[in-house]
């Protein structure tokens, strides 16, 4: 098949494309998603086999404006609205029980569905133009890096899709934050831009935060989001998350360098090393590392590199996000020096 690249004001072609059941990438503020028709069961089938997700692993389901919520789930906690007028249109998903439209396909057939309503104006008019809710994962080859870009999503799906629109990088570079409404009490699943300082203040309510945000899951230890289970955001470089100074940094890569070595390095940093350098923003700005660390990944794969060196960054406000990524992307490897 040939994938088409649409530009942002083609959204009236990518909408058509996706109520006759095709598949197309699409811009959102978080990263690019491979979106299909969330009714229909069968296009949602074949974003499975597209990016070779695991069956078991549910899909996020996009809509435009509040009222479509109605339709999608059994019923609105009145908590529900408080988050949308905080956080919608934005990077937040919230977990509900599902109602019967919702095919068995996007929930992998689970009683609960995520919804999300999506900031970035294409991803809004593309949603309008195909007149239904659209389920999207990222729009990356299951067990990569998500794509901040339509290249990456070129990249991955070229070939097996129908069409990637391009809307320029991402804004936030790291997966919306998903919360759980479905439990007893509001779990944060999986952290991203909207932090869970800023969900307790609308919550008014303690916010738990699951095991497998920041912990590996224990051997057969359940996964509360299916996504936590599965090898993550993984380069084929081996990545190292490194804790300490710069001066320590520098001394641990100039023991382990090779011309296959890259590192992941702080504004101002690069000039340390003779090697591959990738910048991570200034050490101080969270949101710098969220929109870097995927590029950064995909580039050390273009590049060929077989080991990246990171600096570790701080795990608070948004730094949880980035370090819940980093920290698969690693599968934990972290020194301290
Ligand atoms: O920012 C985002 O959320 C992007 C853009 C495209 O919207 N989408 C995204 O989708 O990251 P995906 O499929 O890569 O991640 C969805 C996560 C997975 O970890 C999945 O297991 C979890 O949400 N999830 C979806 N439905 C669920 C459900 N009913 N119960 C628990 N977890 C669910
Ligand atoms: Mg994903």
Redo the contacts with the bound molecule.
């Keep these: 098949m040939e994938t088409k690249l649409l530009t942002s004001e083609q959204y009236k072609e990518a909408g058509a494309i996706l109520k006759k059941g095709g598949l197309v990438g699409i811009p ?1 503020e ?4 491979l979106a299909a028709n969330a009714l229909d069961g069968a296009a949602v089938a074949k974003i499975f086999e597209a990016k070779g997700r695991p069956q078991d ?4 389901v ?1 809509i435009a404006d509040l009222s479509e919520i109605d339709d999608l789930v059994a019923y609105v906690p009145p908590v529900v609205y408080d988050l949308a007028d905080a956080f919608w249109p934005g ?1 937040l ?1 919230i ?1 509900l029980e ?1 109602s019967g439209i919702i095919p068995d396909e996007v ?1 992998t057939g ?1 009683n ?3 919804i ?1 309503m ?1 900031s970035h104006p294409v991803a809004r008019q593309i949603i309008k133009a195909a007149g239904v809710p659209l389920a ?4 990356n080859t299951s067990g990569k890096p ?1 794509p901040t870009t339509a290249a990456h999503v070129m990249h991955d799906m070229n070939g097996k899709i129908d069409a990637v629109v391009d809307g320029g990088p991402c804004e936030v570079g790291v ?2 934050t ?1 919360i ?1 409404l ?1 439990t007893r009490k509001p779990r944060l ?2 952290p ?1 831009r909207i932090t869970p300082d800023e969900l307790e203040e609308v919550l008014g309510d303690e916010l738990i935060i699951d095991d497998a945000v920041l912990g590996k899951l224990k051997e057969g230890e359940r996964a ?5 289970k599965y090898k993550h955001y993984s380069p084929s470089s081996d990545v190292f998350v490194v804790k300490g100074p710069l001066d320590k940094f520098k001394a641990l890569v100039e023991k382990e360098a090779n011309d296959k070595t890259a590192v992941l390095v702080f504004d101002g940093e690069e000039k340390e090393f003779d090697i591959m350098t990738l910048n991570f923003g200034a050490e101080d700005d969270d949101l710098a590392h969220a929109a870097k660390l995927f590029d950064a990944l995909r580039t050390c794969d273009d590049e060929g590199i077989e080991k990246l060196f990171v600096r570790c960054p701080s795990d608070e406000g948004v730094g949880l996000a980035v370090m819940n990524r980093l920290l698969r992307a690693a599968e934990y490897k972290v020194l301290e020096v």
Excluded: C
């Design positions: 959102t978080t990263v690019y998603g692993n549910p899909l996020i996009h990077p998903t977990i599902k929930t689970l609960t569905v995520a999300r999506p999207a994962p990222s729009a998500s997966e919306s998903v759980t479905a699943l999986r991203g509360a989001s299916p996504g936590m």
